[in-house]
Nanobody, 127 residues
Framework: QVQLVESGGGLVQAGGSLRLSCTVSGRTFSTGAMGWFRQAPGKERDFVAAIKWSGGSTYYADSVKGRFTISREYVKNTMYLQLNSLKPDDTAVYYC????????????????????WGRGTQVTVSS
């Protein structure tokens, strides 16, 4: 059974940094893609960033470009999200997700593209 587990969330002041991790267990992947989404209270779950597992091409939401960096450690089946210059608007539960299908760039921003999801980790940014 495939499981995704996020870690690294917490409370940080505006301007601070956090590093989120997402470890996949139950299966080893060589293709597809992984992504990060976030959901603030009362809002929909929005795309943050994605990475193709083979090749490592990355994609970002405009709101986080230049501040967040997505990466992966292929052999550890782990994905990361480095969050810098955090703002109160970044407060949300952050979810990682994995797709098994062909990593078509234009579809990586859509929630329905992903087959597996983690339970989320809370990031709270105080002003």
């Amino acid at each position: 059974q495939v499981q995704l587990v996020e870690s690294g969330g917490g409370l940080v002041q505006a301007g601070g940094s956090l590093r989120l991790s997402c470890t996949v267990s139950g299966r080893t992947f060589s293709t597809g893609a992984m992504g990060w989404f976030r959901q603030a209270p009362g809002k929909e779950r929005d795309f943050v960033a994605a990475i193709k597992w083979s090749g490592g091409s990355t994609y970002y939401a405009d709101s986080v470009k230049g501040r967040f960096t997505i990466s992966r450690e292929y052999v550890k089946n782990t994905m990361y999200l480095q969050l810098n210059s955090l703002k109160p608007d970044d407060t949300a539960v952050y979810y990682c997700a994995r797709t098994l299908g062909p990593p078509i760039a234009t579809r990586l921003m859509a929630r329905e593209t992903y087959d597996y999801w983690g339970r989320g980790t809370q990031v709270t940014v105080s002003s």
